[in-house]
């Protein structure tokens, strides 16, 4: 039989096979490095227990709904980013590119990271970091890093070597497909992750020391709430853990089949990423009150979140803890398996978009992109400059980057393109769970405030004081060139012909599983009328 889709001389475009594994994909995409060291230091510094209440309203005002505005952009345009913004109208391609560009720079450093966790997975069997928090510190920024400044090449052998087998696990995965590759690994990875962490946290809260660290982190400042820098902390931690915003959920929900049920989905991943960040901040915070009441030499504020957690603070917390070797390789793992699908999902971004534009199969593409992608990595990464060009990079793409082009597709789609009441439309025609006009008031009106806010805030921050300390001259290069390069290539890739996909104006037709279509309202052309039956005695 040939489909609609080979008519038109279109690849057909690979699907979940079923919505589970989508559901796994998502929340492997979503429960990333940031839920374990970022959301228990965000919700320390802006009132303990008493930031659940932000948190919780941002998760219900601002991530579901740019979730849902996600999956319904992706899953009734049936495109990555750049053909779905394309199909809308051509004027807003350059939207769904910029998203593809900052997730390319996000998933260049982002894979040293896990390259890093692999390392210490093997250092915790000796605890070659030492016994103190001084001694792990050093380790970790001279010993390990090599830590410089400025610009260089000057590599780190050992980290270069892990960093090679990162992207080639990344890659292999790719290659093997949405469903046998991305959901395959999904399927292992999450439900591993989940029950090895919970493990760590169990063992967490048998440590002396753990009661007072939870009430470090649980006890209440209810005078917080009054502050608007502690709600904006709150979104931007949703925003930034959901992994909504720059094309990995619009990707991944353009591979669901026509009658997947997309809010309920949205549901299960929404409640399922912030119920591993509490748990995330149960286990972080027991382990550090058994930290901070040893001899290893870190008081609360020496510890803050991030790396520093990961490569400092944990493995001086190693050193002390009975069974230390083997709980380190535990939490190692844990960061690995976190990292690794957040990865996945943040390439195949860059590689579906490009599939879409230049055409080929999956290996091509995959081949073609990601190895470029690596090879900047490599360059870049495993230096003893690595650290630093990190930072810089990870600053300006997501406070800038991912907050910016958020906004602009917000802004374009809901008042330029007027694309709102369609787009819920279409998220009601499929989902057991409505959406209304509560909906459209947080996509229009208080996301796009928040996200302005932020923007605004953060740009007059930067300017008036150098971000860390770093020179100008390398600020001027990761940081504000990175992202006039990024908006410079959106405009030049859109400018491009499109040779992987013909239908560029409006919604698709059919291009998947012509049986598992349904009509749904606003798409340009009707569902074919069924043939006629005819009696036995006229076959």
């Known amino acids: 039989m040939t489909t609609p889709a080979a008519k038109a001389g279109t690849r057909p475009r690979e699907t979940f096979s079923r919505r589970s594994v989508f559901v796994f994909a998502a929340i492997g995409s979503a429960v990333g490095l940031g839920n374990i060291w970022r959301f228990p230091f965000v919700a320390y510094d802006n009132g303990g227990g008493a930031f659940l209440i932000p948190y919780l309203v941002a998760l219900l005002t601002a991530g579901l709904p740019l979730l849902f505005f996600d999956y319904a952009i992706g899953h009734r345009f049936?495109?990555?980013?750049?053909?779905?913004?394309?199909?809308?109208?051509?004027?807003?391609?350059?939207?769904?590119?910029?998203?593809?560009?900052?997730?390319?720079?996000?998933?260049?450093?982002?894979?040293?990271?896990?390259?890093?966790?692999?390392?210490?997975?093997?250092?915790?069997?000796?605890?070659?970091w030492g016994q103190t928090y001084e001694e792990s510190a050093t380790f970790f920024l001279?010993?390990?890093?090599?830590?410089?400044?400025?610009?260089?090449?000057?590599?780190?052998?050992?980290?270069?070597?892990?960093?090679?087998?990162?992207w080639v696990i990344t890659l292999g995965v790719l290659l093997a497909g949405v469903q046998k590759g991305i959901g395959g690994t999904a399927l292992v990875f999450v439900p591993l992750l989940v029950v090895l962490f919970a493990a760590l946290v169990i063992r967490s809260l048998f440590l002396d020391g753990a009661m007072e660290g939870l009430n470090k982190f649980f006890t209440p400042n209810w005078?917080?709430?009054?502050?608007?820098?502690?709600?904006?902390?709150?979104?931007?931690?949703?925003?930034?853990?959901?992994?909504?915003?720059?094309?990995?959920?619009?990707?991944?929900?353009?591979?669901?089949?026509?009658?997947?049920?997309?809010?309920?989905?949205?549901?299960?991943?929404?409640?399922?990423?912030?119920?591993?960040?509490?748990?995330?901040?149960?286990?972080?915070?027991?382990?550090?009150?058994?930290?901070?009441?040893?001899?290893?030499?870190?008081?609360?504020?020496?510890?803050?979140?991030?790396?520093?957690?990961?490569?400092?603070?944990?493995?001086?917390?190693?050193?002390?803890?009975?069974?230390?070797?083997?709980?380190?390789?535990?939490?190692?793992?844990?960061?690995?398996?976190?990292?690794?699908?957040s990865l996945i999902s943040i390439v195949e971004v860059v590689i579906s978009s490009f599939q879409d534009k230049i055409g080929g199969s999956r290996t091509v593409a995959t081949l073609a992109i990601g190895v470029p992608m690596a090879v900047i990595s490599l360059v870049l990464m495993p230096t003893e400059q690595g650290l630093q060009n990190l930072d810089i990079m990870d600053k300006f793409s997501n406070n800038l980057g991912i907050v910016g082009i958020a906004l602009i597709a917000l802004c374009s789609v809901m008042f330029v393109l007027r694309?709102?009441?369609?787009?819920?439309?279409?998220?009601?025609?499929?989902?057991?769970?409505?959406?209304?006009?509560?909906?459209?008031?947080?996509?229009?009106?208080?996301?796009?405030?928040?996200?302005?806010?932020?923007?605004?805030?953060?740009?007059?921050?930067?300017?008036?004081?150098?971000?860390?300390?770093?020179?100008?001259?390398?600020?001027?290069?990761?940081?504000?060139?990175?992202?006039?390069?990024?908006?410079?290539?959106?405009?030049?890739?859109?400018?491009?012909?499109?040779?992987?996909?013909?239908?560029?104006?409006?919604?698709?037709?059919?291009?998947?599983?012509?049986?598992?279509?349904?009509?749904?309202?606003?798409?340009t052309r009707p569902a074919a009328t069924p043939a006629p039956t005819r009696s036995p005695k006229e076959a």
């Open 419 to 523: 694309l709102g009441p369609q787009l819920r439309d279409h998220l009601n025609s499929v989902s057991s769970w409505k959406v209304g006009t509560f909906w459209l008031f947080c996509l229009a009106v208080l996301t796009p405030i928040v996200l302005a806010y932020a923007l605004i805030t953060t740009i007059i921050e930067l300017i008036n004081e150098p971000y860390e300390g770093y020179d100008a001259a390398v600020l001027g290069v990761w940081g504000w060139g990175m992202l006039a390069t990024v908006l410079v290539l959106s405009v030049i890739l859109s400018a491009l012909p499109w040779r992987g996909s013909r239908q560029l104006d409006g919604p698709p037709s059919v291009d998947d599983d012509p049986s598992d279509y349904t009509y749904e309202e606003g798409l």
């Open 223 to 341: 005078a917080v709430l009054t502050e608007p820098s502690v709600w904006i902390a709150a979104y931007g931690q949703i925003f930034f853990s959901l992994s909504v915003g720059f094309g990995i959920m619009l990707t991944y929900s353009s591979y669901l089949k026509r009658k997947t049920n997309l809010t309920s989905s949205g549901l299960v991943v929404g409640f399922s990423n912030s119920a591993f960040e509490v748990l995330a901040g149960i286990g972080v915070f027991a382990t550090l009150g058994f930290l901070v009441s040893t001899s290893a030499g870190a008081g609360w504020d020496d510890v803050g979140g991030g790396p520093g957690l990961a490569f400092i603070a944990f493995p001086a917390l190693i050193s002390q803890m009975p069974g230390g070797p083997i709980w380190g390789v535990v939490f190692f793992i844990c960061l690995i398996l976190a990292g690794l699908t």
């Open 142 to 166: 001279e010993d390990f890093l090599k830590m410089g400044s400025g610009f260089g090449v000057d590599f780190v052998p050992m980290i270069a070597i892990v960093l090679v087998a990162v």
């Open 78 to 128: 049936r495109g990555s980013a750049p053909l779905s913004f394309r199909r809308m109208n051509r004027f807003a391609e350059p939207i769904g590119w910029i998203q593809v560009l900052v997730a390319f720079v996000i998933a260049v450093y982002y894979a040293v990271i896990i390259g890093w966790a692999a390392c210490y997975a093997w250092f915790s069997l000796d605890q070659r």
